[in-house]
């Protein structure tokens, strides 16, 4: 199904409730498409990733566990 930003704005609920159903909803800008709307189990599948790190920490090669590093750095804190 395909959806306009508009339709977005003012029949979200509608939108969410197809999506809900199972059909895929693309949302287009400006007769370009933009964003998809999808399941959130279908999604969650998709984005499975290999390790815990991410973002700035992925490219640390001596920090194992970010988690155990921040608590480490605030410590000195309290």
Do not use: Q
């Not at 339709?7 to 409730?17: A, V």
């Not at 998709?46 to 750095?73: A, M, P, S, Y």
């Amino acid at each position: 199904m395909k959806a306009t930003a508009k339709d977005l704005r003012f029949h979200s609920k509608e939108l969410l409730n197809t999506v809900n159903r199972g059909e895929e909803v693309i949302i287009t800008y400006r007769g370009k498409p933009c964003a998809k709307l999808v399941p959130y189990d279908e999604f969650k599948s998709d984005t499975k990733t290999k390790t815990n790190l991410f973002g700035i920490w992925k490219d640390k090669e001596i920090i194992d566990d970010v988690d155990n590093h921040v608590r480490d750095i605030r410590k000195a804190r309290f």
